[in-house]
């Protein structure tokens, strides 16, 4: 597919509290660089990432979303990242179903001692959602900057 | 009468769109026809009619009214609103053009919508006669001919070749723009057909509904019936009546948030939805009877108390195919009459 | 098999164990069957219909008419017995208020898919061994019951009521359906020809919500896209994005719930195949997180409440079908 060069993504990440958000965190006091096309929500668990959170991101102008949590095990609120992990798994199983393309969309578990993670994870996702160009399949045309 | 034969209709829908933009009714898949801009080669359905109706094309699902560019503190309103280009319906059924007529009374009355007057303005009409009417057709209830259908000009088939009329000035020149594709006929075949259709519609399961005592003077009788409980009782409130329904108006108007501006748009509404018409106070009608009841009120009673008798449905029969839980207004029709 | 059942249901109305009786009602031609409410003999005798046509789910109007006092009859099919389970797991329904005559299921017929062959101005359609004889306006026409059969029984799961007071008939088995035969052909092809096949079907919708009014697993007294508070209401889509969320929202919000009944399609005004989704999802579950049927029992939990700590990552997602 033809990229332009100039293609910069928006990247949604949302980072659960206790973990993702503190990995962050963490990747920044130790100056870590990640990518600045990364937009954090923090919220208080994965598991409060409602579907439609995930759509509305890609409506108003995201080009990748991607889902932080604590490791299965480590919930802060014991098995809030259970929930999310089947929730998501089928969310993204239907989204490919549907011809989004797969790298769009990705869930990673990132503690708060994974400052380097996190900022891999980042950087690596942005890449890939770069490569596939600007969200078209799942844009509201209205959102769009002219 | 002037005709062409069947089959270079092709030919005049390559003429006709070469000077403005022509919408057909095409076959989607067996047995759903739905009106397509015209490209080379595409063919006219057989289906006797489309799933959804003609009111398209003058009152859209969705359609923006103005766009607000938000900076700081002022607000900046942008009339966007663009000079319609010329552009032609083919095939319109009598019964669709009908609801035209229905549509104007509400939409082209002062204060005049200038997006529906737009459209109106730029829109020649060009109907179809039938000649194989449906079980579920009752355009004759409604003092509409089939084979007599109007709108700016009208097409009749005669099984060979398709003749034309001119109703109006603008059907006129719509002719005038193909004559040269066009050549005088004997319609005698073309009687024949007509004559035959009107057997049909004589023997239609529908043919003896009337309108008899519907109007305004019975409001409170009609209102009050005890027969409402139980037409309403498997009413799902989803609103596929009113969406393929050609003369149902209601809409609603909204603000999108693009994330840099804000987009005004209306879009069609439904009377059967809970939150139609919420106001500051909550919602008038709370139950699915009264929302029910309002609906076939509106089309039987209120509309022609407002319009001189006009009805407010057409017979078109597509919510007699429609409805999931199959309630229409035929059955409302024959439940209130009932004594 | 419908004397059977008026002649019970005014058994059961005589007696006093029922005061009412919910079931199909005949209308104007021979297709248009409507769910109705039954409340003596006179009318059961008149109106009651059960026949190649009724094929209309009544399990989700027991939600509104168990919340009124007395005891009703319902006439379920084996497909609806599920739907009525599920509503029963979720509180949805009072089981007390309601006595279940279990009835033998499909094929129900279609009358789209006899429309679609052309046959026009149809009066009457009898089934004579197989064969369909269709009465029109325009002379008499033939066509093979199997040609015109709804698409939901072509792909029956189950002939088993799994929830009834007394049977009318045979009680059937859980069948080997071809259910998702479709789905797998879909994920069989390139990303770009899922989306194209699904942007055709979900252009078509014309947001009537005959599908989420008559699932039975949509029962939300305030649904999310009628609550301006969710910030995803609205009534029309006003464009592409908007028809695709739709269809996406609702599919997931039923996942693990749905029965698989069939109504959604069998309702869509504009044929859209949106039983695809809901079977999309059921196969999901089958295969990541071990077979689960939504109301075959009142008691287990669905797969989206449930987990196990093996569960699997959302990342095979990328392992599985074709990119």
Known sequence: ?146 | MLKISKSRLGELFDAVAAKQTLYIPTDREPGAAEYKKYESGMELTKELNTVRSAKDFFFPQTENLADFKIEGKTIEVKDIREECGDFVVFGVRACDARSFTILDKVFLCEPVDSFYKNRRDHGTVVTMACSRPAETCFCQTFGIDPTSPEGDAACFDDGESIFFKANTEKGQAFIDSIASLLEEGDTAKLDEVNAKTKEIMAKLPLAKLSTGNFGGDKLNEYFNSDKWAELSEACLGCGTCTFVCPTCQCYDIRDFNTGHGIKRFRCWDSCMYSDFTKMAHGNPRLTQLERFRQRFMHKLVYFPANNNGEFGCVGCGRCLAKCPISMNIVKVMKALEEK | MQEAMIKRAKELLADGSVDRVIGWKRGEFAYDITPAVFTSAEELERDFVFDDFTAANVSKYLVKETAKEGKILAFLKPCDTYSFNQLIKEHRIDREKVYVVGIPGGPKLDIEKIKAKGITGVLSVKNEDYTLKIETLYGEETMPFSEAVLDKCASCKSKKHVAYDELIGEDGDVLESNRFDMVEKLENMTAQERFDFWRGQFSKCIRCNACRNVCPACTCENCVFDNPKSGIDNKAAADSFEENMFHIIRAFHVAGRCTDCGECSRVCPQHIPLHLLNRKFIKDINELYGEYQAGADTTSRAPLTDYTKDDCEPSVVHERGVE
């Open chain 1, 1 to 146: 597919m033809q990229v332009n060069e100039n293609f910069e993504p928006v990247i949604v990440a949302f980072c659960c509290n206790w973990c993702s958000y503190a990995g962050a965190d963490l990747s920044g006091t130790n100056r870590l660089n990640y990518p600045t096309n990364v937009k954090i929500i923090r919220v208080p668990c994965s598991c409060r990432v409602n579907p439609m959170f995930i759509l509305r991101a890609f409506q108003k102008g995201a080009d990748g979303v991607i889902i932080c949590g604590c490791h299965p095990g480590d919930c802060h609120y014991t098995s809030g990242n259970y929930f999310t992990r089947r929730r998501i798994t089928l969310l993204y199983s239907m989204l490919d179903f549907l011809g989004i393309e797969r790298n769009r969309t990705r869930l990673e578990w990132v503690s708060a001692a994974e400052g380097a993670k996190f900022a891999a994870t980042m950087e690596q996702f942005t890449a890939d959602v770069k490569a596939l160009g600007p969200n078209r399949r799942l844009e509201d045309l209205r959102c769009r900057k002219q």
